[in-house]
């Protein structure tokens, strides 16, 4: 029984991850029963006994891939976290501790910021595809809502500890110029551009931080 279990689970992981392809590969209108089917090489029959619907399919890769993607277990986010935790512990009232602590927060955000859309640019596409098809699909726009606050909560602890006198608002101006970066670097299909463009992108993260930590 669990052998069986677990190959219906596969199959619909296969399913989920050829999904995933089509969005990045061909877009989100490519993304039908039969397309799918053969990208995961799977019988057509197997797509619709997982997936009653497209939307149900949709809104499933959709969890899939958020899981995939989840920014708590992130590294660079991690980095994030401990440093703002050092911060935290670290006497602000000193210009020279400030400036170190800025400077270290300022290099694990690049870092996050740098994998997010150089490294993982295909993924950011994704993203976005997911939150213009959450605009027509009810159950998907309730799981991407889920997964902003998710994210706007993480933030806002950070803030927290940092001592804001409004981490709730901080979290939503941070979580939008991240968005807003993702989108810029998005657009530029080039890698070289988006390497390049980055170097833009890293004075702005950098005047961020400055405004965040007082500097």
Do not use: C
Not at 127 to 148: G, R, Y
Not at 150 to 155: N, P, R, V
């Amino acid at each position: 029984m669990k052998a069986k279990h677990s190959r219906g689970e596969d199959t619909k992981n296969k399913i989920l991850t050829a999904t995933l392809e089509i969005i990045k590969t061909q877009g989100m209108r490519a993304v039908r029963h039969r397309a799918v089917a053969t990208e995961a090489g799977v019988p057509l029959g197997s797509t619709t006994y997982h997936f009653s619907s497209i939307d149900d399919l949709i809104s499933s890769a959709f969890e899939y891939w958020h899981r995939q993607n989840d920014v708590s277990k992130n590294p660079y986010f991690l980095a994030i976290a401990e440093n703002i935790e050092h911060m935290a512990k670290t006497e602000l009232s000193e210009q020279a501790h400030k400036e170190q602590n800025a400077e270290l927060l300022f290099q694990a955000a690049d870092e996050f910021l740098k994998d997010q859309i150089i490294e993982h640019i295909d993924d950011r596409r994704i993203e976005l595809a997911f939150h213009h098809e959450a605009l027509q699909n009810p159950k998907l726009n309730a799981l991407v809502l889920k997964s902003w606050q998710q994210e706007t909560t993480l933030l806002t602890r950070l803030y927290q500890t940092l001592g804001s006198s409004a981490p709730a608002q901080d979290a939503e101006i941070t979580f939008a110029l991240m968005l807003q970066l993702e989108k810029k670097a998005m657009m530029l299909l080039d890698k070289e551009a988006r390497v390049e463009e980055y170097k833009n992108i890293q004075h702005v993260l950098k005047r961020h931080v400055a405004v965040l930590t007082g500097i």
